[in-house]
DNA sequence: GTCTATAGCACGATAGAC
DNA sequence: GTCTATCGTGCTATAGAC
């Protein structure tokens, strides 16, 4: 089935396209099927409904990007540690995918209950605790001051998601990002002599 | 006109309150007009057309709440100027009405271009200039250690505009907000052990 | 300033031919 | 798997009576 998932594909990127601008309520299944170059009847032949083909898009937010296997290993290096995970952050920011991705994320957020639950648990969480588990072994080894890892993981994050939401508003007007570009890695400067021993 | 107020009030809380739960596009001129208790034809009495009434509603949201006219002599007191920001940015967190109108900002910030620019130049750099005001003082003062005072302020602010967010998210489910609340103030003393001389 | 009535359009979805 | 045709509904907005 090559051809069908072809044509699944781009109701994909279409839907996510116009909800990215849009919203959900926006982006109408005519539009949808204008843009892949189909008739709206023929999206229900790979879609069940509207709703189906958001939550396939509301699944592909939440493949999680940061993910460290040797975790322990790269914790031990303290600061680079920091920076590599920011240096990944910022790559995700500036991703044409998945900046289209986090704005219908933060589109939807508020409307849609399912979403809200998948942010607080995945998308919230899961940096969370990587993170936190970093810091615990940067806390053991002395390289930076004791505190709650979990609380200092998300001062850690908070700062990056700040920064990521405000790069997105500034692209969607075509606006520069240039001076804002550079914040990520600032933060971690700014971090690291804040917990630093 | 008293009544003629009221009625437009009517329509601008009903507005708000459907914006916040489905959106710009969900919240239509019938809906509002049932919320009210008139037809949607009356509305036309009120407001020129449906944008006029989001106009109305987003300048509501960017009435700056935080303003020390004494910041000078506030600031020299370092932590506790801190503190007392906090302890007012986390009062309009839990504020009914602020809380409504800072969901409406987020649902149709992606989608309104005169949104994002009132948030970007009134909502992140008023605060931003503000904070900053007092860091630099608190920097010539010795209080802290030195920087970039608006890059500092940053620091300070993303944290606290994320737990609001997250607030914002768990009490549309009516979710416990009590392990978040706390937060606020921890982030103060993070912060301030973080920079302190 | 409210009502009824209605215009004109876009929406999601289905039936049935090819 | 795509098309044409169509249904029923909801939408913003206006005209005109009261």
Known sequence: ?????NTKQK?????IDLIAKN???GASVRKIAAEVGIRESAIYNHFKNKEE???????QIFTTPFEFNDLEERA??????LHQFVVAYKLVSFDKKMEKLFRVMMIELFQNEDLR?????????KDIQQISKALFIMMQDGLIRSADPMFMAQEFLSPLFY????VSLLRIDE???APIATQFEKHVDFFWESVAV
């Open 23 to 25: 919203g959900y309520r």
């Open 11 to 15: 109701i994909l990127e279409a839907a």
């Open 175 to 177: 606006k520069s990002t």
């Open 163 to 166: 920064i990521r939401l405000r």
């Open 1 to 5: 089935m090559p051809k069908q998932k």
């Open 76 to 81: 031990k290096k303290g600061k680079s540690f």
């Open 53 to 59: 083909i958001l939550k396939e898009i509301i699944s």
């Open 117 to 125: 639950e998948s942010f607080l648990e995945e998308f919230h969480q």
